[in-house]
């Protein structure tokens, strides 16, 4: 979110739970926010609504493959691979007490802690699940409100994304997307066939899991029924 109300520069911290997520919640008024949103929920600025930017999943070289000016900050704490398993990939995860015991009525059309893209417009929502993606081969080309939307995995950083494109067909090819128009994404970047880079438009999108999505946009579509 850009934290500027009014020309005024303000400061959040973590609010509380709500559905199953953090809120946040501005210092200067004590207004909750919705945080993927920008939407106000709860207090004096209710009715108005921050800026929303997409923060991809990306890694270090396709961080500098979009900006070499690219600053990269290293932790100074040691990893060891391998002696904790991620929460976000375990499929037995789950939510605490604590967590559902702010959730109001779920949506059982997919697993609670299913992992997904959740797309949004003005228009629709859409949830595309990671094993639909998988099944269409990590890479395709979608409609959305009338425009076509490459959803793939990226094969480096292993998490979906989707933008808007002129082609109608794609697919994986030697660890890079290759479109039926001739264009690439290749290190998160999208080329032309001459090797141009050219700019990606992205809808609002979200690598979550389908609880929140489902909570935060009811009814959504789902992609594949």
Known sequence: ???????????????????????????????????????????????????????LQVNVEQALAVDPETRVAISGQPFVSGTRRSRLSDPKADLNDRFLSTMGSEDTRRPRMELGLGVWTGATHRFYPLERIRQRGEAFVDELDGRKLL??????????????????????????????????????????????????EHP???????YGFALMFPGCEVFGG
Do not use: C
Not at 152 to 170: C, K, L, N
Not at 204 to 210: A, I, V
């Open 204 to 210: 609002q999108q979200l690598f979550t899991r389908w």
């Open 151 to 200: 959803v793939y995995i990226d094969p480096d950083a292993s998490t979906p994304a989707a933008f808007f494109v002129t082609a109608s067909g794609a697919k994986v090819q030697g660890g890079e997307i290759r479109l039926d128009n001739g264009d690439v994404v290749r290190s998160g970047v999208r080329l032309d066939r001459t090797g141009r880079r050219r700019n990606a």
């Open 1 to 55: 979110m850009i934290p500027t109300i009014d020309g005024k520069a303000h400061h959040f911290v973590v609010g509380g739970l709500y559905d199953g997520v953090f809120v946040a919640q501005d210092t200067e008024t004590g207004t909750l926010w919705n945080h993927v949103t920008g939407e106000a929920l709860h207090g004096p600025l209710v009715g108005r609504r921050l800026q929303v930017l997409n923060l």
